[in-house]
């Protein structure tokens, strides 16, 4: 057998011990220490990315979640950084869930990430227009309050919009907005000039352009200068 095929069989065992023989030569035992200190490295890493998601779920079936991740998963990184990403994009295309699982379980886990992912970017804060490290979110849960002590079972009839951010001491923050700061946040990211976007929005919301409303209007966008969100 040539050295590609043998390491290819021992990643599969070591990605399905359960499922896959033993490589010939190499004992149970041996073979047991190898299969731990992978899956607890991975594991780590996971848990460390998503730790409200971890508490909220039974130990065995975070166990085989993570293993069903190992096992189904083509990562497309090598960079351990990279395995929340990882974890992230199988629940959004591979997952099954089993009953028990928590409803809003892929929202929570996206809300998760993103806070590592701003944590880690290399994005620096821009000298003009909307930061690339300010993300504007909507959720159907309220993830932001989910917890231990906080588990709907249904979400609420509006969605939850979210502004997260990276700010210029490095702190990754997060403010919920109101939908219509919501979508002037989107229209801000996706590059239109503020006066546009506000014309734009208090059109589609049936509202005066008048100087009440772009009075209103600059007190958010003068709050979200000071916080680094967004820059003349």
Known sequence: MSGVALQQQFAARIRQPAEQPL??????????????????????????????????????????????????????????LQISQEFLAWLQEGYVAEPGDPP?????????????????????????????????????????????????????????????????????RFMQLSPFAYQLAVRLQAGAEAKSALYDLAQSHGLPADKHYFRNAQILLDDWQSQGVWHL
């Open 104 to 172: 809003f379980i892929l929202e929570l886990a996206h809300y998760e990430w993103v806070e590592l992912a701003l944590d880690v970017s290399k994005a620096e804060l821009p000298e003009q227009g909307w930061s690339l490290l300010a993300w504007p979110l909507a959720y159907q849960w309220p993830v932001q309050r989910i917890g231990v002590d906080f588990q709907p079972a249904k979400p609420p009839g509006e969605p939850t919009c979210l502004l997260v951010w990276r700010d210029g001491q490095d702190k990754v």
């Open 23 to 80: 490589l010939d030569g190499i004992s149970a035992g041996r073979m047991a220490v190898y299969e731990e200190l992978f899956f607890n490295n991975i594991e780590g890493f996971i848990s460390g990315a998503f730790p409200v998601l971890q508490r909220l779920i039974e130990a065995s079936r975070w166990q085989r979640l993570v293993r069903s991740f190992i096992a189904e998963h083509q990562a497309r990184t090598p960079y351990f």
